[in-house]
């Protein structure tokens, strides 16, 4: 099954990677927003040289295919730790839900909230809730513990 993937992917992509442009061509109508698709895709480049390997595709499949939600929450975390800190802070947060608020088209909230006052205040009802040790950060245990409570 993997050789026939490798083959099927130079086939697709004979540059040896799937380039962002590209990339946002495969996600569902309505996920291919230019900021949503730059957080994804950001996740997936490994190695941040602009365009998914072949491994790096492999590993976005199993991502997109994982079956229990712990490892959905994994993959949800990579999303939000914009940095590859290892640990999100609030204004990573802030930033991919802007990219979310945007995707969905709900840039306005109730009473001409902008999105960024939404994404913050949202961002710190989260972080209220899910910070457990109060240092402004949540590691993937934390972001994990709390989406599950």
Not at 53 to 59: A, G, I, Q, S, T
Not at 112 to 129: I, P, R, V
């Amino acid at each position: 099954e993997i050789l026939t993937m490798y083959k099927q992917f130079y086939t697709d992509y004979p540059e040896g990677g799937i380039f962002r442009q590209q990339f946002a061509k495969l996600l569902p109508p309505g996920m291919a927003t230019m900021h949503f698709c730059d957080h994804v895709f950001r996740t997936l480049d490994l190695d941040g040289n602009g365009y998914l390997d072949f491994k790096e595709y492999v590993l976005a499949m199993d991502l997109v295919s994982a079956k229990t939600p712990e490892d959905k929450l994994k993959w949800a975390f990579r999303v939000y730790d914009v940095d590859k800190s290892g640990a999100i802070d609030k204004k990573e947060m802030v930033k991919v839900m802007n990219s979310i608020y945007a995707m969905l088209g709900d840039e306005k909230g109730k009473g001409g909230q902008s999105g960024n006052d939404l994404a913050t205040a949202h961002a710190a009802k989260l972080f209220k809730e899910v910070d457990v040790d109060g240092d402004g950060e949540l590691v993937e245990e934390e972001f994990i513990a709390g989406c599950k409570r």
